[in-house]
């Protein structure tokens, strides 16, 4: 099945996105040091989304995502991954929103925030079910790349510095289907980290 | 040549000793196997050798031909040529299989690996090792059974050409239509690289029959107790490590 495809890239600012989905859509929303507000309502019965979100911190910035579930059979993944590089304050606020009206809906949401230094990074992820026919899962972590990966990287003789480009790619750019070319900026910055 | 002089080791931050006054000596293309009760020291023994950041050495050395590896980094150690396969491969999110084997192969030569001739090595090893080619772009041993994690390691073994092998348990959790493909193509690679040399950690000697060691050897409290030849471990699989370390106690 075809998706209708949104690549989004703000650099450093305060940003608002308002979306009304009424086709299965896939968003790309990559973030350097930048804040966002994002609004998505799902309006038509059984449409998707998947929700891939990569942020780039070097200062105090918050992102907030809402996803109002407004059909039935309506289905939502939300992945959230972000990278606070120095001593600063990263926020993230999620909330997936099903009302009574609305059933058989899907709304899923993974965060994570890596802390490269000691940074002061919060997730609040937030399931507002008010319907019982509804799957919903979410997952938040914040810390920093585990030392048993760096190991299994370097004991194949990849230097330290190396390993974190590995992973910074790996955890930033996290979907197969990805067209690069549409997010060199953004490539660019994580070779910066 | 892979020499450990009087090795003491221990759990960094820690009083708890490991390995008490370990010595070995594995000479180039020889097999050398440790074998040993669960719990002392035998995985410490390789990852203290491939410089785990949980263990600090206390006392004693560690020398690739005639060189302490001490001071090196883990990175530096693997391009000295020393090659863990781990027990349990870690298993990383987002990094594919191909970009990870790619990069430890520039990493190695120092040089961009030519992708053609990348691919080309890749899809042979993978055909050897009998696994699926569209592991290439999966990540790292994510969603991988514990014979493909194996096999997996192998297939790194192939691919970086390594010349201090340790095998840490690569024949737990494999059936045995899979331990005979490891087995094989361990044995195939050292018969094309003479100078290679293979210690092999164990609980069972089945591994053996295939691998068919010079040396075997019993680590009890840190140290060895007992060496010998294949008929070492024969007799271990027999009657246990009680008979030949005199200890009724040994689970």
């Keep these: 099945m075809l998706n209708k495809i949104l690549y989004v890239v703000d650099n450093n600012g305060k940003n608002n996105y308002h979306y009304k989905i009424d086709e299965d859509t896939i968003i790309y929303h990559f973030s350097i040091d930048g804040s966002s507000e994002v609004k998505i309502d799902l309006v038509k019965e059984g449409v998707s989304l998947k929700y891939y979100y990569s942020n780039i911190n070097y200062n105090n910035n918050t992102f907030s995502i809402r996803v109002n579930h407004k059909a039935s059979n309506t289905n939502s993944e939300l992945y959230n991954h972000g990278v606070n590089v120095f001593d600063k304050k990263l926020d993230y606020y999620v909330d ?98 | 040549m892979l020499e450990i002089k009087n090795l003491y080791a221990s759990i960094k931050d820690s009083d708890k000793k490991i390995l008490k006054n370990f010595s070995l000596k594995i000479n180039d293309g020889e097999i050398h ?38 001071p090196l980094t883990v990175d530096e ?24 084997i790619r990069t430890a192969m520039s990493s190695k030569s120092q040089e961009k ?33 514990g014979g493909e994690k194996k096999k997996n390691e192998i297939l790194q073994l192939k691919m970086l050409q390594p010349k201090y092998i340790i095998l840490d348990e690569i024949d737990s959790g494999l059936d045995i239509d899979s331990l005979r493909i490891v087995c094989r193509n361990i044995k195939k690679y050292m018969k094309d690289n003479k100078d290679s040399s293979l210690l092999i950690i164990t609980h069972y000697p089945r591994i053996l029959e295939y691998l068919k060691p010079d040396y075997v050897h019993i680590l009890k409290d840190g140290k060895i107790v007992k060496s010998g030849d294949l008929n070492l471990a024969l007799e271990i699989e027999k009657d246990g490590y009680s008979s030949v370390t005199g200890d009724d106690n040994v689970e």
């Design chain 2, 33 to 70: 196997v440790i074998m040993g009760p669960n719990g002392v020291g035998k995985s410490t023994l390789s990852k203290v050798i491939m410089g785990h950041y949980s263990y600090e050495v206390n006392k004693g050395d560690i020398l690739l031909d005639g060189e302490s590896i001490l």
């Design chain 2, 77 to 100: 150690r693997a391009k000295k040529g020393l090659f863990l396969c781990m027990q349990d491969p870690t298993v990383i999110e987002g990094v594919s299989n191909s970009e990870f």
């Design chain 2, 113 to 145: 690996v030519n992708l053609y001739k990348f691919v080309k090595s890749m899809e042979e090893a993978i055909e050897d090792v009998s696994l699926d080619k569209n592991m290439l772009h999966r990540s790292l041993n994510m969603g991988f059974s």
């Design chain 1, 96 to 193: 997936g929103v099903v009302n009574k009206k609305t059933s058989g809906c899907v709304c899923n949401q993974e965060n994570q925030i890596i802390n490269i230094r000691d940074g002061k990074s919060t997730i609040c992820p937030n399931l507002l079910i008010d319907n019982y026919d509804v799957v919903s899962n979410h997952s938040a972590y914040i810390g920093k790349f585990s030392d048993d990966k760096l190991f299994y990287l370097m004991s194949r003789g990849i230097s330290l510095k190396e390993a974190y480009k590995l992973l910074l790619n790996g955890f930033l750019i996290n979907s197969k289907s990805l067209d690069l070319e549409k997010v060199n900026l953004f490539l660019q910055e994580i070779d910066k980290i």
